[in-house]
């Protein structure tokens, strides 16, 4: 059977921030003209090669897409980690913003979109150019708050919250998450303020009026989808919740489901960006085409 799917090219970026730090990025692309392109934010401590399988669907569907690194993370860390000092504020206040305008140096002629997974969506609020994200498709975005996990995974994010971050952050100087599965080791001041935000309500809540003086949270009126999965122990349905109030006039469209509606024997945190759930579950990387369609 022939090929029907167009090829697709991607290439490398560098994009500087305007703390003059540069972020790795890659661009995806048809040969065909794009009209909707998207901006993918990653989980904290995730490298972008985390979504290139999605990344290249969604090229192959006519969109245009954007990876990158945070600051500190994989290719953008540029120094010792020790001496970065990147925090979870200036992935979004500098490093997302950046990324944004790179996005439409790359597709001129486009639309512009924010696919944001967990701290991807919640930094959203910090980006000083968001009106030019014309829509939002969130997964497992939520606060992360740790008072509302069950047992016994909160007694596990407890520990790796309140024992693991700060004793590494004093020892390392930075936070080896990857020691323990959780991504890419991390800045401490990310770290440190993962820590923070998750032991209060609302994630970046906390932060407002202390170390977030300014913020775009309750200006943004942007049309959202947020999709969350019933074995997910940190965005469970009520950490959603409280991460979509923060937002406080985007409208937002809530999707809560089981792996079993698809078959699946799981899809918590990570697993939605995964080829293996794609193969068998078609339906959930179809709702992302669907929403930017609808949304262009």
Known sequence: MENTQPQIANYSLSIMTERNRALAATVYRSKNEIKVAVMIAPATGIKRQFYHNFATYLAEQGFGVLTFDNEGIGESLTTELTKCDASLISWGRHDMPAILDA???????ATYHLIGHSAGGQLIGLM??????????NVACSSGQISNMDMPYKLKAMGFMDAFIPLTNL????TPADKIGMGEPLPRGVAR????WCNGAGYIKTAFGKSVQTHFYDDITTPSLWLGF????????????????VFSKMPVEKRFFEPK??????????RYFSRK?????????QMAVDWLNKQQ
Do not use: C
């Open 128 to 137: 000083p150019n968001y009106k030019a994200i014309t829509s939002v498709f």
């Open 277 to 285: 759930t794609h193969v068998k579950a078609p339906e959930l990387w």
């Open 103 to 109: 996005l439409q140096d790359e597709f001129a002629a």
């Open 230 to 245: 019933s074995d997910d122990e940190i965005a469970n349905s009520t950490n959603m919740d409280d991460m979509i109030r």
């Open 261 to 270: 509606e698809f078959g699946l024997n799981s899809i918590g945190h990570m």
């Open 193 to 196: 303020q993962w820590r923070e």
């Open 171 to 174: 020892a390392l100087g930075y």
